[in-house]
């Protein structure tokens, strides 16, 4: 799939550490499966990758000032 913003380069997978940060707490989360364009850098995450991004973050912001985790793919569905 070609790149929606530059127009020029192809999507490619990757993987790229996410870092959040709410209220002076951060957190980091590495491996995060991306798709990023070759030419212009731009990346995008599935929705599915974003929803469990989300609630892994969420969970490591209640616990620590400072937390770094793997990504894991959500349970696929039965
Ligand atoms: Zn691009």
């Known amino acids: 799939m070609s790149c929606t913003v ?3 380069g192809e999507r490619v997978p ?13 957190a980091v989360v590495t491996g995060v499966p991306v798709t990023v364009c070759e030419s ?19 969970e490591i912001l209640s616990q620590d000032t400072l937390g770094v985790r793997a990504f894991t793919e ?3 569905a039965a």
């Open 6 to 8: 530059c127009g020029n």
């Open 74 to 76: 959500p349970a696929p």
């Open 40 to 58: 212009c850098g731009e990346t995008w995450l599935e929705a599915s990758v974003a929803h469990a991004l989300d609630a892994l973050l969420t």
């Open 14 to 26: 990757a993987t790229k550490p996410y870092v959040e940060e709410r209220d002076g707490r951060i």
